[in-house]
């Protein structure tokens, strides 16, 4: 009897210490990822709390049911619902939504696992997603379409014999080079013409916060 019990306090003390390793690593590479490549970048708090309440939890979720001999067919099952999740209030950038998935896959990696103990191995996966996004998002140098609305007064140059001319003078008066337009509204009666302005830039100037618009479903 008294084998059986110690038996059981020693898988209790394995498990206790795998749950503490595999949350550490997990914890330690999405502040990495969130706090110190995101944020610094975005200011968004708003999806800071829900990249890290999504892996965490996700993580929780992952781990706890794992005894249940559901392990890899749950986790994408989980994945999979993540993934078809919609805000109904709120426009999710891409860039955001890229940092979800890389939150909610990490998650999964940490919980799911199968690694004998070499926690070496766990570390290095979470390493290499790590390097991955702060590679692309920070040292590949991609030039940007950025794009400006803009309400345009000199509704004479909207003509396309003029667009020439329209394009110097948006850049004069912006400071942007301009390549192209998209008109939107034009409104004769009051000679002004809405439109989006688009330049290239080596950064993305669009800031990456959600709208308020709702989906028009």
């Given at each position: ?22 949350f ?24 800071l ?8 939890i996700n993580?929780?979720i ?14 994408f ?9 919609r ?43 790590i ?31 003029h ?55």
């Amino acid at each position: 009897m008294e084998t059986s019990e110690l038996n059981v306090d020693i898988a209790a003390n394995q498990n206790l210490m795998d749950f503490a390793l595999r949350f550490g690593i997990n914890f330690l590479a999405i502040f990495i990822l969130i706090r110190l490549l995101y944020y610094p970048m975005s200011k968004n708090r708003d999806f800071l709390f829900t990249f890290f309440l999504f892996n965490i939890i996700n993580f929780l979720i992952c781990f706890l049911l794992s005894s249940a001999k559901l392990k890899m067919g749950f986790a994408f099952g989980l994945f999979a619902i993540f993934s078809i999740l919609r805000y109904r209030t709120v426009t999710v950038p891409v860039r955001e939504m890229g940092y979800f998935f890389v939150s909610v896959t990490l998650g999964i990696i940490n919980s799911l696992t199968g690694i004998d103990d070499h926690f070496i191995l766990l570390g290095t996966a979470n390493l290499i997603i790590i390097l991955t996004a702060w590679i692309i998002d920070f040292k590949v140098k991609i030039t940007h379409e950025n794009s400006k609305e803009i309400i345009y007064d000199r509704i004479d140059l909207i003509h396309p014999d003029h667009q020439a001319e329209m394009l110097e003078d948006i850049r004069k008066r912006t400071g942007l080079n301009v390549h192209r337009v998209e008109m939107v509204r034009i409104d004769f009666f009051k000679d002004i013409a809405r439109m989006f302005v688009f330049y290239n830039s080596d950064r993305n100037d669009t800031p990456s916060r959600g709208s308020n618009a709702s989906d028009e479903d």
